[in-house]
């Protein structure tokens, strides 16, 4: 029986079965956003959402019991243990008011295909490793982010009160710089002077106010931009790829391993084929050797 469990566990068809009925799940979720879809088709829409869900608590039955004498084994890998939460988030006991919650659980069997599919898992297990470095980085543009919030805070405040008026708002107009969101309207604003560019209109602005910075201004969100966009955001790019790379690399010495490990008991099992049929064949001389002998006995008589 485990062989035979093992070897649907192993199956291409049976992964591909399972990514198309995963595909079918966030088809089926999506349908289900539509109220009037919803009631018109609610029981179909159930059955097959039952369906699903009993699909894959089948997987993880084959699965459990292609590890034979040891199913704990399943629960060894952590995509497994990924899988097997998203399936018993399905079987809690929600009432009606919990509703939004249960369509989050079914929603969340679409991310059963980051194990389906080896390449999505090599990405989140980039980003997993990525995490430490990515800290580091995050604190250096967090620093980065304040030096320059606090030195537009004091310079823009006064001509730029929408976007520099105190602290937080200037980490949000940075922010918005970094993106590049219309960020040379908020430059020119600053090397020109609210009265002349953006505020046409807007009582916060006055003559008294309106200061332009000229030069200084470019100077400051050119330098802004190029530290923080250019610069810092492809470290994060950079130690991703890196993350990818290393991800490459535990999952082929896990396909490695995987081979090893059904070469080893391929041999096994060769092996206790090997003892069977030498068992066999010691029997069946030792029946001749018997045999042989009643036949001596036979002739000397």
């Known amino acids: 029986m485990v062989p035979f469990l093992k070897s649907i566990a192993e199956a291409s068809w049976f992964s591909n ?17 539509y109220p009037s879809v919803e009631q018109e088709y609610h029981g179909i829409l159930h059955l097959l959402d039952q369906i699903i869900l009993w699909i894959f608590v089948a997987e993880i039955a084959i699965k459990m019991g292609a590890e034979g004498r040891r199913p704990w084994r399943y629960f060894l890998d952590p995509w497994n243990v990924f899988d097997f939460l ?19 659980a079914r929603l969340l069997r679409v ?11 090599i990405i989140v297990s980039a980003l997993l490793k990525s995490i430490p470095s990515m800290f580091y980085i995050s604190l250096l543009l967090f620093i980065l982010f304040y030096l320059y919030a606090v030195l537009a805070t004091f310079m823009f405040h006064e001509n730029d009160p929408v976007h ?17 969101e219309d960020w040379t309207d908020i430059m020119y604003i600053n090397m020109y002077g609210c009265m002349n560019y953006g505020y046409e209109g807007n009582p916060v602005c006055t003559p008294e106010t309106s200061r332009g910075y000229g030069w200084g201004a470019a100077i400051f969100f050119s330098s802004f ?31 490695k391993s995987a081979a090893r490990e059904a070469v080893a008991a391929g041999e096994a099992d060769q092996t206790a084929v090997l003892s069977q049929r030498m068992g066999d ?20 008589e």
């Open 281 to 300: 064949l010691a029997d069946q001389l030792l029946q001749l050797q018997h045999d042989l002998k009643k036949v001596t006995v036979q002739t000397k």
């Open 225 to 255: 931009v190029l530290v923080a966009t250019m610069v810092i955001l492809n470290l994060f790019i950079g130690v991703i790829m890196n993350g990818m790379d290393e991800a490459r690399e535990e999952l082929k010495a896990e396909l």
């Open 86 to 104: 998203i399936v018993a988030v399905c079987f809690m006991p929600l009432d009606a008011q919990y509703v939004t919650v249960l369509r989050l």
């Open 164 to 180: 520099f008026t105190n602290l937080q708002t200037s980490f949000l107009s940075l922010f918005r710089v970094a993106t590049l």
């Open 111 to 121: 991310l059963k295909l980051v194990n389906a599919l080896p390449e999505l898992r």
């Open 17 to 33: 079965f399972i990514i198309g009925v995963i595909l079918f799940a966030g088809v089926l979720v999506g349908i289900q956003t």
